[in-house]
Nanobody, 115 residues
Framework: QVQLVESGGGVVQAGGSLRLSCAASGSIFSIGFMGWYRQAPGKQRELVAGITRFGSRNYADSVKGRFTISRDNANNTVWLQMNSLQPEDTAVYYC?????????WGQGTQVTVSS
């Protein structure tokens, strides 16, 4: 089992920045991929950014150049640095960890960007 705890959400004006954190505990040795997803009201959950255990990253087109995902395997933490935030970035952001054949999710953290 893997437990994920997110933090760092909040309310920010357009053009501002936030940094999300996700701390993993439990069977952390088995974690491979970790990622951040988001879900806006009335929309499907979508991948924002992902990172493998070896540091390979991928981003949604809508956040490239604005968001950066990073990871510390020693401390079992993944971050999402979000810059130049826009109102369309408003959503609940979820951390996901893939451990062997299982996917684990955090509880979500709200990000609200005001115009």
């Amino acid at each position: 089992q893997v437990q994920l705890v997110e933090s760092g959400g909040g309310v920010v004006q357009a053009g501002g920045s936030l940094r999300l954190s996700c701390a993993a505990s439990g069977s952390i040795f088995s974690i491979g991929f970790m990622g951040w997803y988001r879900q806006a009201p009335g929309k499907q959950r979508e991948l924002v950014a992902g990172i493998t255990r070896f540091g390979s990253r991928n981003y949604a087109d809508s956040v490239k150049g604005r968001f950066t995902i990073s990871r510390d395997n020693a401390n079992n933490t993944v971050w999402l640095q979000m810059n130049s935030l826009q109102p369309e970035d408003t959503a609940v952001y979820y951390c996901k960890a893939q451990a062997q054949l299982n996917a684990y999710w955090g509880q979500g953290t709200q990000v609200t960007v005001s115009s």
